[in-house]
């Protein structure tokens, strides 16, 4: 009965349009609204904070909390306390804070009844976002230090309705496992219980989200903000008729002092209705809105990288590449490995640049570009100078990073050597982009020595880590854009995206690969995170360039000296297409048409629902048929659309309605052929 009388308050409280918060303190009911979602938390009458219920306006979906398995926000372990919706809690205080963008923050301060903790709920919620995104914060309240051993990220359990469910995870990329490029996954879940699991962060298997839909496509999706391995799993428990899910963070071992606190990472969930491509769509809107961090005016990039010359580069070279690239129309120019004496030793090596580095990034901006370096912050060469004074800086774990050792950046001294290494580069040589490069942004360290704890190193290294180095570096010097690599997209998690504008996806391995690696990578994430290298053994054709045309920056590894004239010629056509069309997908619902294969077509679609207007990127690689029915979706019925092609010279104008149920007959005459569709509204 009490169940029925509180859902009857939810539905009676929908009002408005702004984000709101309401605290009813008659039944203990947190009532989170905005105009696409609301939440619903109480304390029950025996002090447990649970979760209620989560429900969509637009779809009419509801998620309600499963009979019998009560789940909270709160799932924690701290030395031998185990906090959880089980636990029993007094509230100590509510109240609301005004959040931007244009959002609500709940907050719920609570302490268990026995006075061991006091644990503070932050939960957000954003106007026109299907979301909401939360962290506790943990107060040991005893006289004796605690160790956090344990936390859950996405602790769910939600009533079944007696449906069956799906799932989607993404692989990240990697060098040393197959499959190992974006690869994506779906599985019907087991109704006996068994764990679709995704493992992910820093040089883990999969990217940090998840997505579950049920086959009348009501959907939730979800995404943790941490760039430590985590061990994430859903799970059908259909003989007890409910849906689990949960996010623990791996080897987490974090001593929390007497009346010190200890914050999760956030993470978030969402509701949506319909395919996965929707799920994708609703977290990147959702993610661009509230995490990712602001990129510049005009984005993405053309951008050029020294790696065609790999570390055997120099002033003159540089500069002549420099010439080269401003007449194609690039806007950045990254200076790739070898710029400085070693890895470790940041300073520019004076043989290659008897005039200075400074002066190449001078003559790189009289140009009108941007100028990039690279930095593999957490390596190091054995002979630098830092670990010949420093030898016990490194981590127990060695990644052999071209020759380098590897540092452990959650031991305070190491993490403040960087942080001023960082400035100098930044400062000395008037860098506008950081290249940040290495083959793992997470180290394990078990060392006694260091300033962390030999067993909490992946939380240690992570958030006192990698995210202190970098958020330092990005609050003294603000104006400088950072970009992700790990030799690959190896750390696509949505604490990655708060730190940089973009994503290296696949590293420089070929046109194939790059295709995969932006059709995959686009399901969590949005097309500005989908960078791609074009190496010289691409060579120059339609083919090759158009491989690179969707996503994020378009890297060029070209070493431009030897291009001849008519290839300068046909690049600089290609890079000014590329800048014609990038607003068109930043922004865009990307539809999934056709995975790229060896010896068949893909297609990749955007829908920029803002401009109404589409892009759409077809391949045809050794196999596949001379013409391909490409049948565009998510446009307007009833808008009239302009056809054109980057190669044929047909255009022709039709109906959405028509467009989509007809399609468009795209020609690829020859193996190895592509081809560019612009549907642009009249």
């Not at 009532?31 to 979760?51: E, K, M, S, Y």
């Not at 989560?54 to 906090?83: C, K, M, R």
């Not at 490069?437 to 909490?456: F, L, R, W, Y």
């Not at 790059?514 to 339609?542: H, I, N, Q, W």
Request: net charge negative; charged share 15%.
């Amino acid at each position: 009965m009490k169940s029925a009388v509180l859902l009857t308050w939810i539905t009676l409280s929908v009002s408005g349009f702004a984000a709101q918060a309401n605290f009813n303190a008659d039944q203990n009911v947190w009532l989170l609204t905005t105009n696409v979602i609301q939440a619903a938390f109480q304390l029950t009458p025996d002090g447990r904070f649970v979760t209620q219920s989560v429900s969509n306006f637009e779809s009419g979906d509801l998620w309600t909390a499963a009979p019998g398995q009560p789940s909270s926000l709160i799932h924690f372990q701290a030395g031998a306390n185990l906090y959880d919706a089980h636990t029993q809690y007094t509230v100590t205080d509510q109240h609301t804070q005004a959040i931007q963008p244009s959002g609500v923050r709940q907050v719920i301060v609570l302490t268990d009844v026995n006075s061991t903790a006091q644990i503070t709920v932050n939960i957000n919620i954003y106007d026109n976002q299907p979301v909401i995104r939360y962290n506790i914060s943990y107060r040991n309240l005893t006289g004796a230090p605690q160790y956090v051993t344990s936390i859950d990220m996405l602790p769910f359990a939600f009533a079944d309705f007696g449906q069956r469910y799906s799932t989607l995870r993404v692989n990240q990329w990697s060098v040393i496992s197959v499959p190992g490029n974006f690869e994506q996954s779906q599985t019907l879940l087991d109704i006996d219980g068994a764990a679709v699991a995704v493992l992910s962060g820093a040089h883990a298997q999969h990217c940090g989200w998840l997505v579950v839909r049920d086959a009348n496509a009501r959907g939730l999706f979800a995404g943790w903000e941490f760039d430590g391995r985590a061990k994430s799993t859903v799970q059908h428990m259909g003989s007890q008729n409910y849906l689990q899910l949960n996010s623990q963070v791996l080897d987490l071992n974090h001593v929390v002092e007497p009346l010190a606190d200890f914050q999760t990472p956030s993470a978030f969930i969402g509701t949506f209705h319909g395919d996965f491509d929707e799920a994708g769509y609703r977290t990147q809107a959702f993610m661009e809105a509230v995490l990712a961090a602001p990129a510049p005016s005009i984005f993405p990039y053309v951008a050029w990288d020294s790696w065609a010359y790999g570390d055997q580069i120099n002033e003159t070279i540089l500069e002549q590449n420099a010439d080269r690239a401003a007449a194609l129309g690039v806007e950045l120019f990254i200076v790739d490995l070898g710029w400085a004496r070693s890895i470790g030793d940041w300073t520019e090596d004076p043989l290659k640049f008897p005039h200075g580095l400074a002066a190449v990034s001078a003559y790189v901006h009289s140009l009108g570009m941007k100028f990039g370096l690279h930095f593999a912050l957490t390596e190091a060469d054995p002979a630098s100078q830092v670990l010949q004074d420093n030898p016990d800086w490194t981590s127990t774990e060695n990644d052999h990073y071209h020759g380098a050792v590897s540092l452990c950046l959650s031991n305070q001294p190491t993490q403040q050597w960087l942080i001023q290494q960082g400035l100098h580069i930044i400062d000395d040589y008037n860098v506008d982009w950081m290249l940040q490069d290495g083959e793992n942004m997470v180290k394990q360290c078990t060392k006694t020595s260091h300033s962390h704890d030999p067993n909490d190193s992946n939380y240690a290294n992570s958030v006192q880590g990698i995210n202190a180095v970098v958020s330092a570096l990005q609050a003294a010097r603000p104006n400088v854009f950072w970009e992700n690599c790990e030799d690959g997209g190896n750390m696509m998690t949505f604490n990655m995206v708060k730190h940089y504008v973009t994503s290296i996806t696949n590293d420089a391995s070929g046109s194939l690969p790059a295709r995969k690696a932006a059709y995959g990578v686009t399901y969590p994430f949005s097309p500005r995170y989908a960078e791609r290298y074009m190496p010289d053994s691409d060579g120059l054709s339609s083919y090759a360039t158009h491989s690179y045309m969707f996503g994020g920056n378009w890297v060029l590894m070209n070493q431009l000296t030897s291009l001849s004239v008519d290839q300068a010629g046909y690049l600089a056509l290609e890079v000014a297409n590329y800048k014609a069309q990038r607003g068109n997908i930043s922004g865009a619902k990307i539809y999934h048409i056709l995975p790229p294969s060896s010896t068949g077509i893909d297609a990749i679609q955007s829908y920029n629902p803002a401009l109404d207007n589409s892009v759409a990127v077809i391949t045809r690689s050794a196999g596949g048929i001379p013409q391909y029915v490409f049948r565009p979706q998510g446009l307007n019925p009833d808008s009239r659309y302009t056809v054109t092609f980057e190669i044929s010279p047909f255009a022709y104008s039709l109906p959405g309605s028509q467009l989509m149920s007809s399609g468009i007959r795209v020609q690829l005459p020859t193996p190895f052929s592509s081809e560019i569709v612009h549907i642009q509204h009249q």
